[in-house]
Nanobody
Framework: VQLQAFGGGLVQAGGSLRLSCAAS????????MGWFRQAPDKEREFVAA????????RYADSVKGRFTISRDNAKNTVYLQMNSLKPEDTALYYC???????????????????WGQGTEVTVSS
């Protein structure tokens, strides 16, 4: 499984960015795709996740109502639309995937076997 994340950048507070994670190397219909982030000097934390089949989603409380995770089956790509960005959203964002995660574990980092490289998001105040 290969995951390639892109779409990060510099944006002012209140602005928007859309991250993409292109997945390849497997049929992903049974997979859960997740986004995590790591801010400088902080632990990596869960942001959002989606079940490829059915589209069930889960979000961290800190991003609910501002971020939306979605997937495009035809393109094997997962998106993270980030609106109303805040300086505290500044981090390196990673996409992750796994084929055997249950709903209750979608936010658990060590449940994911496959990780892409990070894409950096900087939100200026």
């Amino acid at each position: 499984v290969q995951l390639q994340a892109f779409g990060g950048g510099l944006v002012q507070a209140g602005g928007s960015l859309r991250l993409s994670c292109a997945a390849s190397g497997r049929t992903f219909s049974r997979y859960v795709m997740g986004w995590f982030r790591q801010a400088p000097d902080k632990e990596r934390e869960f942001v959002a996740a989606i079940k490829w089949s059915g589209g069930s989603t889960r979000y961290a409380d800190s991003v609910k109502g501002r971020f939306t995770i979605s997937r495009d089956n035809a393109k094997n790509t997962v998106y993270l639309q980030m609106n109303s960005l805040k300086p505290e959203d500044t981090a390196l964002y990673y996409c992750a995937a796994d084929g055997s995660i249950i709903m209750s574990s979608m936010a658990v980092e060590n449940q994911y076997d496959y990780w892409g490289q990070g894409t950096e998001v900087t939100v200026s105040s």
